[in-house]
Nanobody
């Protein structure tokens, strides 16, 4: 079993920056990808940024150029640097790890961007 713990959420003004971190622990062998999803009130959970094992990064269009996903392989951590935040970025952000065909999720961290 894999455990994911996010940290770094909170309240920030529009235009500001915030960094999320996610620590993975437990039964980890080969990680296929780690990344971030988010879910705003009344909306479905959506992918935000993912880093594949080969280092390739994927971003949803709305965050391209503003968010950066990175990993520390030795520490089994993934980060999300969020710059130029907008009110529409307000959501609960979830860390996700894919190992084989198994997805593991963190408990989520709230990010609120005030106008």
């Amino acid at each position: 079993q894999v455990q994911l713990v996010e940290s770094g959420g909170g309240l920030v003004e529009a235009g500001g920056s915030m960094r999320l971190a996610c620590l993975a622990s437990g039964n980890i062998h080969v990680i296929n990808s780690m990344g971030w999803y988010r879910q705003a009130p009344g909306k479905q959970r959506e992918p935000v940024a993912t880093m594949l094992m080969n280092g390739k990064t994927l971003y949803t269009d709305s965050v391209k150029g503003r968010f950066t996903v990175s990993r520390d392989h030795d520490k089994n951590m993934v980060y999300l640097q969020m710059d130029r935040l907008k009110p529409e970025d307000t959501a609960v952000y979830y860390c996700k790890l894919l190992q084989g065909t198994d997805n593991s999720w963190g408990q989520g961290t709230q990010v609120t961007v005030s106008a």
